[in-house]
């Protein structure tokens, strides 16, 4: 019998403070007793709620089951920054000009978003949480603005548009005289990430999906022509899994030694008040991405999308155990209260109300894990920190490769190596984490 069973299942730090900001949601509905599908998928976040919706589009009479170890929008979905990017993202990267064919990669990005687009329209999500507004590269010393005109030439190259701000135009878009100038690119699609996802599960379960929160998955076993996955309380026998569990995927026993687990820190402002907003300025929807990749994420968000609240997000840690240690949120909550009051004296001391770490899986060479691992069992993970998109395809890609469709996402990633195979674990989360630090040093006050 072929089988795999989770060493354990996921563990956050901290609450997911995009899901903790909107309406309370309705019960949960676990996996209880015995139940069957053609299709089940394990995860619903970005990646396994898009599988889950293009199997409703390629198998319409399908049944099918997805199964997440908590809530939706309280695991990495609802702790992200929230930007589905459309052009070359490489966090290795100086600049974030990517090393292959970005032309590709690009028109994949933007098929994620029209996917996401057309979602919005045919599930009913508010349109507040999928915004086209693009996004900012900010920038705080020369070296960092070098890097935005950098990337800028390499955009223009790639006949994409953008504009330099300078720092009045900072000012004016987020109230902060921190920034020497910015990067505008219109392409991004700025998200309430849990709204986001809350809304595609919401739209799925009108269509016929069954979705089983606090149902972590502890085994899937093939027996006969079916799997069966088991959850605590119930099991499930389906003709295929999909597998859209990112970096969880080790858990299982798949790519072990290849996956490298790192985490994200973030706060959130409390809402702000009418004298707060005032002495604040700047319009009450942006988001700053750093100009160096290892420099600090802003976004501010109005009302519609959870309060006008300000979130700030730095710091990196690997833990490859799958969890993010207390030590490792209050060291990054402290450099946060640090980079905030730098960028708003108008604001500074304000105690933040949320504080989490989010988890991201990467590989060495910055592939993903999608394709058939055992036959009727596949993956679509690993996302390498760019969730939203990158999550968002290899849900799309698994999905079709599960219905036998072959598709330009399908080839791309069916194209990707295997990731490489990490150092030993102590000195792969030793030198890691020296090099995090490092880089984290070296951006300053980016």
């Known amino acids: 019998m072929i089988g795999y069973r989770a060493r354990f299942t996921p563990r956050h730090l901290g609450p997911a403070a995009w899901n903790a900001i909107l309406p ?10 015995d139940a069957t599908a053609d299709f089940a998928v394990i995860g619903a976040g970005f990646a396994g709620l898009s599988a889950a919706r293009r199997l409703t589009q390629l198998a319409p009479n399908a049944r099918i089951a997805v199964l997440d170890a908590g809530r939706v929008a309280e695991g990495a979905a609802g702790r992200n920054s929230g930007f589905m990017i459309d052009l070359p993202h490489e966090l290795t990267s100086e600049d974030y000009a990517g090393a292959g064919d970005d032309r590709a990669m690009i028109a994949l990005n933007r098929l994620a978003q029209d996917f996401g687009r057309d979602a919005v329209a045919d599930y009913g999500i508010d349109p507040a949480f999928f915004d086209p507004v693009g996004k900012v590269n900010g920038a705080v010393s020369e070296t960092a603005h070098a890097h935005n005109k950098s990337y800028a030439r390499h955009l223009a190259s790639l006949g994409e548009t953008s504009e330099i701000l300078d720092a009045q135009a900072m000012q004016e878009l987020t109230g902060s005289t921190h920034y020497r100038s910015g990067l505008y690119t219109p392409g991004t699609v700025m998200l309430q990430p849990a709204g986001y996802v809350r ?14 929160e606090q149902s972590p998955v502890t085994a899937i076993a093939r027996q006969d022509d079916a799997w069966q996955v088991e959850a605590p309380n119930g099991r499930l ?10 970096g969880h995927l080790e858990s299982f026993g798949i790519a072990r ?36 990749p290892m420099g600090t994420t802003m976004r501010r968000i109005d009302r519609a999308q959870g309060g006008n609240r300000i979130i700030t997000r730095t710091c990196a840690v690997l833990r490859p155990g799958m969890a ?9 909550a402290r450099v946060m209260q ?13 105690r933040m109300e949320h504080a989490w770490a989010g988890h991201l899986c990467l590989s060495l060479n910055g592939v993903s894990v ?19 998109a990158r999550g968002t395809l290899t849900g799309m890609a698994a999905a079709e490769l ?14 990707e190596a295997e990731p490489k195979r990490l150092p030993p674990q102590s000195f792969a989360e030793i030198g890691a984490n020296a090099v995090l630090r490092w880089k984290e040093w070296r951006a300053g006050a980016e």
């Not at 994200?264 to 988001?287: H, I, K, N, S």
């Open 24 to 33: 309370a949601q309705g019960a949960a509905t676990p996996l209880e007793g």
């Open 199 to 212: 809304g595609l599960a919401e739209g799925l379960r009108r269509a016929g999906v069954a979705i089983h």
């Open 237 to 246: 026998s389906a003709g295929k899994v999909i597998l859209t569990v990112n």
């Open 257 to 292: 030694g290849r996956l490298m687990q790192v985490f994200l820190f973030a706060t959130m402002t409390p809402e702000l008040d009418v004298d707060m907003l005032g002495r604040l300025g700047g319009q009450p929807r942006w988001g700053v991405t750093p100009s160096d």
């Open 324 to 332: 993010a240690r207390q030590g490792d949120m209050t060291r990054a």
């Open 338 to 350: 640090r980079k905030f009051d730098r960028r708003f004296p108008q604001l500074a001391g304000m």
């Open 370 to 388: 999608m394709r058939e691992v055992e036959p009727g069992l596949y993956a679509g993970c690993v996302q390498n920190g760019l969730g939203t």
């Open 402 to 415: 599960a219905c036998g469709e072959t598709s330009a996402i399908t080839r791309h990633f069916a194209a």
